[in-house]
């Protein structure tokens, strides 16, 4: 989703175009449909260039490494104000084209600050709410002159959370807002800069400022002052040296990186287990929490919904921990109201961002209503800023929009933390969860091994044809159905309706003809009931493909079986899922799609 950088240095350098396009291809992976780069000279004059499309294009088509200056900002922007259109890029000027400013985020009245500013007599070229911070400070602006009073001011108009960058043609400073969504300071050497992005700045520095909500920044090139948006108030806050590392993205002889992704999650796993085994610190901390805990409610969107839907399974079998995953979108208007400081409520979001997330986490936060644990694969990130406790699932960058390594470490940190608190509270399972926590990498290379081939042979006889079809899972894989579900709809482009199986004979069975395609990932634990559950479409003469281990049961009732390797029953999700992202890629690519950047799908939503 949008993401907005902007960079300082004191003189007019020949290279900021170089700087300008390095953090732009940082940005790219949270999701974008259009992008913009504006340039600022010592002596006043600006250039805007942008327009929708391919990064690389834009970047190719108006010759962005050359443009140079002493200050610069880019934005790379994902629709939801206005279409994909040069005038909807980012960044934008104000009515005189003397003030740049570019956000990221989401301002809710823009229909109602679009007429306002029209009728005003101001320039509107856009129906771009980014336009509409950049006039909401220049209204305020030709008013007091003084950046920081107009900002302050400036916000009163704007609803929404965003994060803004804006600069004026004759100042050598920029000045930064952070409201409700990401922004990171970071100090180099002959620079300062911001960015919705920490890993668009540790490529340049890795000496950081915490810049908190309702903040804001001016910065120049050697020199920042924190401010508080609203009142204005000075803020001291000496920067830090982060200890994140940035990954280079890079294919390594890969077709794709959801491909690559995919094969990375037998070394992420390996990781990741001993990450955990040699720091025992946040489980325990996390598991006395939860313990405690009258109600454990785990909130989570897409992907990471699916994976809390696994994790919850092994809350409750493993530590005997009753817990409920909730929508993150859903948790405020139908639990909101009920939360006290008896709950716990458990975030689960790879990118640490996630809005609807964030949106869960502000009141309860706000009035200190209960502890607040969080999931996160970004570390610096927003949700485990506001979070009393934040568990790393350590997947390194994941550069496809498809959540696929993270999904994979969000259930082993589940499966490990809940053999972590049932180990504490003397349950007997917990030594038997643990001597298969270590079997995970192989259980997942194995899989890759025995099933990419059938997995492509099923994507290319069953799935390319089929236009639509359904996932159905009961019991532990319930989470492996409604990921497979999401990962064939999100990169094939196809209907594809994840549900518990039991749910199906109450009406979608209707859907059912000669050869209807239902895929099955399960578990033999589960097989007396999945069994009832394939002969009810059988019968009806649907095409039913069973994922799972072998069972004698389901290799006589399915029309396919895609045989995973032998494991115990906690496991099969890790086997179930990794052949499932494999036939949504191979399904994907066989029809010509790019998997790595889904249409219209963006990997951080910072938008409501
Ligand atoms: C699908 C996918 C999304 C995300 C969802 C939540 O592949 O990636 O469904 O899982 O947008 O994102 P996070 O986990 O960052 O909160």
């Known amino acids: 989703m949008c993401g907005v950088f902007g960079i300082v240095f004191a003189e007019n350098r020949s290279d900021l175009g170089e700087y300008l396009v390095k953090a732009s291809r940082k940005l790219v992976y949270r999701g974008y449909d259009s992008a913009g780069f504006a340039t600022i000279k010592t002596d006043g004059s600006t250039q805007l260039k942008k327009g929708p499309g391919k990064l690389e294009t834009v970047i190719e088509q108006f010759h962005i490494q050359k443009m140079s200056g002493s200050r610069g900002i880019v934005q790379l922007r994902w629709a939801t104000f206005g279409e994909p259109t040069e005038a909807n890029s980012q960044p934008h000027y104000d009515s005189d084209g003397d003030i740049i400013g570019a956000h990221n985020g989401n301002i809710v009245n823009t229909s109602s600050l679009i007429e306002a500013f029209k009728r005003d007599g101001y320039t509107v070229r856009s129906q771009n709410d980014g336009e509409m911070v950049v006039h909401a400070f220049e209204k305020y602006f030709n008013e007091t002159k003084d950046p920081l009073l107009s900002m302050q001011k400036a916000q009163t108009m704007l609803k929404g959370d965003y994060a803004f960058i804006v600069g004026h043609q004759h100042d050598n400073h920029l000045l930064a807002v952070k409201k409700g969504s990401s922004l ?3 100090i180099g050497k002959d620079f300062i800069a911001c960015s919705s992005d920490l890993a668009s700045l540790l490529q340049f520095t890795n000496k950081i400022v915490d810049i908190h909500d309702g903040e804001m920044i001016y910065y120049n090139h050697e020199h920042y002052q924190l401010y508080d948006l609203f009142s204005g108030a000075k803020i001291e806050r000496e920067p830090y040296l982060s200890p994140i590392k940035v ?4 294919l390594e002889g890969f077709a794709h990186y959801m491909k690559k992704e995919i094969h990375e999650q037998i070394i992420k796993t390996r990781e990741l287990t001993e990450l955990l085994n040699h720091d025992p610190h946040t489980l325990d901390e996390t598991s006395k929490i939860l313990s405690k805990a009258n109600r454990i409610f785990i909130v989570a969107s897409g992907t990471s919904y699916h994976a809390s839907l696994i994790g919850s399974y092994y809350l409750n079998h493993i530590a005997r921990l009753k817990t409920q995953v909730v929508i993150a979108g859903q948790f405020n208007e139908y639990y909101g109201h009920l939360v006290d400081n008896n709950d716990v409520v458990f975030c689960v979001s790879q990118s640490g961002e996630t809005k609807d997330v964030v949106n869960v986490i502000n009141p309860i936060r706000d009035q200190k209503l ?3 644990i969080s999931m996160v694969n970004i570390i610096g990130s927003s949700i485990a800023h506001k979070s009393d406790i934040t568990l790393n699932i350590a997947a390194g960058v994941e550069t496809s929009v498809p959540a696929t390594k993270t999904f994979m470490n969000q259930i082993l940190l589940f499966l490990y933390l809940s053999a972590y608190i049932a180990k504490q509270t003397g349950a007997p399972e917990a030594e038997e969860v643990f001597s298969i926590i270590g079997t995970i990498p192989e259980l997942i290379a194995k899989t890759i091994e025995q099933d990419e081939e059938p997995c492509q042979a099923l994507a290319d006889t069953v799935i390319s044809k089929a236009h639509d079809l359904y996932c159905l899972g009961y019991g532990l894989n319930y989470g492996s159905a409604m990921e497979g579900a999401l990962k064939i709809k999100e990169v094939y482009y196809r209907h594809c309706e994840g549900m518990y199986s039991s749910e199906f004979k109450h009406g979608p069975l209707s859907i059912v003809e000669e050869g209807y395609p239902i895929l099955f990932p399960a578990s033999p634990s589960e097989s007396g009931m999945v069994i009832s559950h394939i002969n009810e479409i059988t019968v009806r003469k649907g095409f039913v493909v069973l994922i799972s ?47 790595d950047f889904p249409r219209n799908i963006s990997k951080t939503l910072t938008v409501d």
């Open 247 to 250: 990954e280079e993205a890079n």
């Open 184 to 186: 990171y300071v970071g």
């Open 370 to 372: 209960c502890p607040i």
């Open 549 to 595: 281990p072998y069972d004698e049961g389901y290799a006589r009732n399915a029309n396919s079986y895609i045989i995973t390797p032998n494991c115990h029953h906690y496991l099969t999700p890790f086997a179930n899922v990794v052949c499932m992202q494999l036939i949504a890629y191979f399904s994907s690519v066989l029809s010509g799609y790019d998997p």
